[in-house]
């Protein structure tokens, strides 16, 4: 199936728990088939049977397999964050399955054989997490996977051995960032074996104060916990600015954007930083939703995988477009 209904994916649905702050949660599984080689070790004809066999512990589960994916599709899914940057959609034995909400994704034969991951809107990883487990469930009671009673499920990298799962949520930590607070909370994490990173993950980093927090390790409630307490601060954090700073602040990004040429990457996710957290305190002027940003954001990305010049051009104007009347 060729994906040529490019729908809105799940996690932007308007009815998002702490949505103001966290974007979306999200539980992802690595898991190999048992008798073939990782894909970075594997040969075309042995990926394309790793394939044919994902393919039947899929069948009936409601997911769509799409292939011959367009660079356009390609790039909507990454902003999306429906398959990673590494994903190699046009390599052999390369696949991908959604469902239809766009909630559920799996890819096949990137990292390891399967990558299978729910996202879901807001702060709602228990959610996730049941829509991950009822995937990958139905799918080991057909396809075997890889698992020693020594290192648990064995993945491509041995990092991720063990439970093979990582639970993440991304937040918007704008507030945590303009008090200076955001390095202690950020070491805080880190005692608790949490990591933070980037809107895509280890190669991408924390821009606009958008950061994927993260966990492989752990029990669910101790995720949790964390989880909640940076809500908490981040919340602590709002409240310490004056609605005529963020005013301010917001009507200073909107101008700079709207005036520029063109704009860096960099530059457009702090814009729409901005602007999400104005809209979110129901800022005067903003015209739109703290969701509507979202989706720009994704969008963003996009354009950033032109070529730096050209995607410049491009974001400046796909700003302006969107800010110039605010």
């Avoid at 990782?38 to 292939?67: I, M, S, W």
Wanted: contains cysteine; aromatic residues 8%.
């Amino acid at each position: 199936m060729v994906l040529r209904s490019m729908a809105p994916p799940a996690w932007l649905a308007q009815d998002a728990p702490e949505g103001d702050i966290v974007v979306s949660s999200r539980v992802r599984y690595a898991r190999n088939v048992v008798g073939h080689r990782f894909p970075h070790n594997a040969k075309p004809d042995e990926l394309r049977v790793v394939l044919e066999k994902v393919k039947q512990a899929a069948a009936g589960l409601k997911l769509e397999h799409h292939q011959r994916l367009t660079e356009a599709e390609r790039d909507f899914l990454l902003g999306s964050r429906l398959v990673s940057p590494e994903f190699q959609h046009r390599e052999p034995g390369r696949s991908l399955f959604l469902d239809k909400p766009r909630s559920v994704s799996l890819m096949v034969n990137e990292e390891d054989h399967v990558r299978l991951q729910a996202l879901t809107a807001g702060w709602s990883l228990r959610t996730a997490q049941a829509a991950a487990d009822a995937v990958l469930e139905a799918m080991a009671a057909k396809q075997p996977f890889m698992w020693s009673e020594a290192h648990g499920y064995l993945t491509a990298s041995p990092y991720n051995a063990g439970e093979a799962r990582r639970r993440s949520a991304l937040f918007h930590l704008i507030a945590l960032a303009h008090t200076k607070r955001l390095p202690a909370v950020l070491n805080a994490l880190a005692a608790w074996d949490l990591t933070a990173r980037g809107l895509f993950g280890e190669s991408s980093r924390a821009v606009g104060a958008f950061f994927q927090v993260s966990a492989i390790r752990g029990h669910l409630p101790e995720f949790v916990g964390a989880c909640e307490y940076l809500i908490a601060e981040e919340r602590k954090a709002r409240r310490e600015v004056t609605r005529r700073e963020l005013e301010q602040k917001a009507r200073a990004a909107v101008e700079f954007a709207v005036a520029s040429a063109s704009v860096t990457l960099a530059d457009a996710l702090r814009v729409l930083a901005w602007v999400r957290w104005a809209a979110s305190a129901g800022v005067d002027g903003t015209n739109a939703s703290f969701r509507e940003v979202d989706s720009w954001v994704s969008t963003m990305e996009v354009h950033g995988t032109q070529d730096s010049e050209t995607a410049a051009r491009h974001r400046a104007v796909f700003l302006r477009e969107r800010l110039e009347n605010n």
